[in-house]
């Protein structure tokens, strides 16, 4: 017999409720966490005694929603967005967790993968010809002339019928020469991804770097001109694209912008990666994009003035600058040899002036294509080779080996680079630049 329930006793018939009250509140995230992310700040033990006093005090309901999504107030990770793509002048910006996934959600975002190559020079940081890699295509290691950034007459000779796209890579500060590389791209219909990893906040020609080509791929690494630690961005021109970036970034396509929306056109869904950045992140970056501008103009400052202060040396070879909005972190030139310029930034040095180079081969420097040799030896993270054996790719792959770049090789072995603070002074530049007069003069 099945027991007989009076079903005027449930709450839905207007019975008593069997719950009438929880206790609320989030607990999991407190003080306690405040305080180890205060930890990382250098603060005075008397400041930090204020602070720990005032939190004490502190009744905390509920701590930050440092997830970017669903948080009660606006994230800091959409303000991030918003504002890097109004001062940036980019109808779109997306934020990531790297340079690195930048990079790969720039070339998955414009359809790049099996059977593709990308043109990207042999002098960066390695991320970009890991990028391609990652995303499935072939990367075409090429040339770069007396700016350190990609040559255009090298990116001309390596496009076959396999190129898909040209990763511009704005190194180490300078811009790269972009007027010929995107008549090349324009001319051969090629994409172009700007790696802007070392150059945030340059520009080319009035226009800020990264949105001249299709997409821009930003870092702020702690290294990186705007730092959070980790994190990055994607901008582009395109709102599909910038569909397909999102979605990518975000594994199930959750923000096309309806997340639970079937596909309306080809290649809008799929499965992706987790590549949202953090609202920690955010809230560091969002800072550090104010200050971009000062770092930049002072960065300027600096460096025309040491140039002004610069006599002409006929053996001392400036770098070229396509471009004085470049970011300028660095001052570079070239020596008539290897051996010059190993003595040169050793004399430097010993002027109290911080000179290096990429002359040093005993040092692995991930930043030139000898050292690479992850891609020079094809190797891959599963056995089978992709993408250097895909069956998709009917090209002929580069000959891969540390002599494919001789000019490239012939530039950094003679680079000597001079790393440039914002905060020197007029007197400061001065000095630096009579210190290298003096041993240019004494030394070549
Ligand atoms: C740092 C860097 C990257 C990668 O950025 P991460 O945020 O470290 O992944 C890509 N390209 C260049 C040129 C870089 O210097």
């Given at each position: 017999?099945?027991?007989?329930?009076?079903?005027?006793?449930?709450?839905?018939?207007?019975?008593?409720?069997?719950?009438?009250?929880?206790?609320?509140?989030?607990?999991?995230?407190?003080?306690?966490?405040?305080?180890?992310?205060?930890?990382?700040?250098?603060?005075?033990?008397?400041?930090?005694?204020?602070?720990?006093?005032?939190?004490?005090?502190?009744?905390?309901?509920?701590?930050?929603?440092?997830?970017?999504?669903?948080?009660?107030?606006?994230?800091?990770?959409?303000?991030?967005?918003?504002?890097?793509?109004?001062?940036?002048?980019?109808?779109?910006?997306?934020?990531?967790?790297?340079?690195?996934?930048?990079?790969?959600?720039?070339?998955?975002?414009?359809?790049?993968?099996?059977?593709?190559?990308?043109?990207?020079?042999?002098?960066?940081?390695?991320?970009?010809?890991?990028?391609?890699?990652?995303?499935?295509?072939?990367?075409?290691?090429?040339?770069?002339?007396?700016?350190?950034?990609?040559?255009?007459?090298?990116?001309?000779?390596?496009?076959?019928?396999?190129?898909?796209?040209?990763?511009?890579?704005?190194?180490?500060?300078?811009?790269?020469?972009?007027?010929?590389?995107?008549?090349?791209?324009?001319?051969?219909?090629?994409?172009?991804?700007?790696?802007?990893?070392?150059?945030?906040?340059?520009?080319?020609?009035?226009?800020?770097?990264?949105?001249?080509?299709?997409?821009?791929?930003?870092?702020f690494d702690f290294y990186k001109?705007?730092?959070?630690?980790?994190?990055?961005?994607?901008?582009?021109?395109?709102?599909?694209?910038?569909?397909?970036?999102a979605s990518w970034h975000d594994?199930?396509?959750?923000?096309?912008?309806?997340?639970?929306?079937?596909?309306?056109?080809?290649?809008?869904?799929?499965?992706?990666?987790?590549?949202?950045?953090?609202?920690?992140?955010?809230?560091?970056?969002?800072?550090?994009?104010?200050?971009?501008?000062?770092?930049?103009?002072?960065?300027?400052?600096?460096?025309?003035?040491?140039?002004?202060?610069?006599?002409?040396?006929?053996?001392?070879?400036?770098?070229?600058?396509?471009?004085?909005?470049?970011?300028?972190?660095?001052?570079?030139?070239?020596?008539?040899?290897?051996?010059?310029?190993?003595?040169?930034?050793?004399?430097?040095?010993?002027?109290?002036?911080?000179?290096?180079?990429?002359?040093?081969?005993?040092?692995?420097?991930?930043?030139?294509?000898?050292?690479?040799?992850?891609?020079?030896?094809?190797?891959?993270?599963?056995?089978?080779?992709?993408?250097?054996?895909?069956?998709?790719?009917?090209?002929?792959?580069?000959?891969?080996?540390?002599?494919?770049?001789?000019?490239?090789?012939?530039?950094?072995?003679?680079?000597?680079?001079?790393?440039?603070?914002?905060?020197?002074?007029?007197?400061?530049?001065?000095?630096?630049?009579?210190?290298?007069?003096?041993?240019?003069?004494?030394?070549?």
């Amino acid at each position: 017999m099945p027991e007989t329930v009076n079903s005027s006793n449930l709450a839905i018939y207007g019975g008593p409720k069997a719950v009438t009250s929880l206790t609320g509140g989030d607990p999991k995230l407190g003080l306690e966490e405040l305080r180890e992310v205060l930890d990382l700040w250098p603060l005075s033990a008397e400041t930090r005694a204020k602070v720990d006093a005032a939190l004490e005090a502190e009744q905390l309901a509920a701590g930050p929603h440092l997830f970017r999504y669903y948080g009660p107030t606006e994230s800091k990770v959409s303000q991030l967005e918003k504002q890097f793509a109004q001062k940036f002048e980019s109808p779109y910006a997306l934020a990531v967790n790297s340079g690195t996934s930048a990079l790969i959600t720039s070339l998955v975002a414009l359809g790049i993968g099996p059977g593709d190559e990308v043109i990207v020079p042999a002098y960066t940081f390695f991320a970009s010809p890991a990028s391609i890699v990652t995303a499935r295509a072939i990367p075409v290691l090429t040339e770069i002339d007396d700016t350190l950034c990609l040559d255009p007459k090298a990116v001309a000779d390596n496009i076959t019928d396999q190129t898909k796209a040209i990763m511009v890579v704005h190194m180490a500060g300078m811009c790269a020469d972009m007027d010929p590389i995107l008549e090349i791209a324009r001319e051969r219909k090629l994409f172009v991804i700007e790696d802007c990893a070392q150059a945030e906040g340059g520009t080319y020609k009035g226009k800020h770097l990264g949105t001249l080509g299709d997409c821009g791929a930003h870092s702020f690494d702690f290294y990186k001109l705007i730092a959070a630690g980790e994190g990055g961005m994607v901008t582009c021109k395109d709102e599909f694209v910038a569909m397909r970036a999102a979605s990518w970034h975000d594994t199930a396509a959750c923000w096309r912008p309806d997340r639970y929306a079937s596909e309306r056109r080809e290649g809008e869904l799929f499965a992706g990666e987790n590549y949202r950045m953090n609202e920690m992140a955010g809230a560091v970056a969002l800072a550090q994009l104010a200050k971009n501008d000062w770092f930049i103009s002072n960065n300027q400052r600096v460096k025309q003035a040491v140039l002004a202060g610069l006599k002409p040396h006929p053996r001392v070879q400036l770098q070229r600058i396509p471009d004085s909005g470049e970011a300028s972190t660095g001052l570079v030139f070239f020596t008539p040899t290897t051996e010059d310029a190993i003595k040169v930034a050793q004399a430097l040095r010993a002027e109290g002036i911080g000179a290096g180079g990429t002359f040093d081969q005993t040092v692995r420097d991930w930043h030139w294509y000898v050292h690479w040799e992850h891609i020079l030896e094809q190797k891959t993270a599963t056995s089978e080779g992709c993408p250097y054996t895909c069956p998709y790719y009917k090209g002929t792959l580069p000959d891969y080996n540390v002599d494919m770049c001789p000019k490239t090789r012939d530039y950094l072995m003679r680079a000597v680079r001079i790393g440039l603070a914002p905060t020197w002074t007029a007197e400061e530049c001065a000095a630096i630049a009579q210190g290298i007069n003096k041993v240019t003069a004494a030394l070549l």
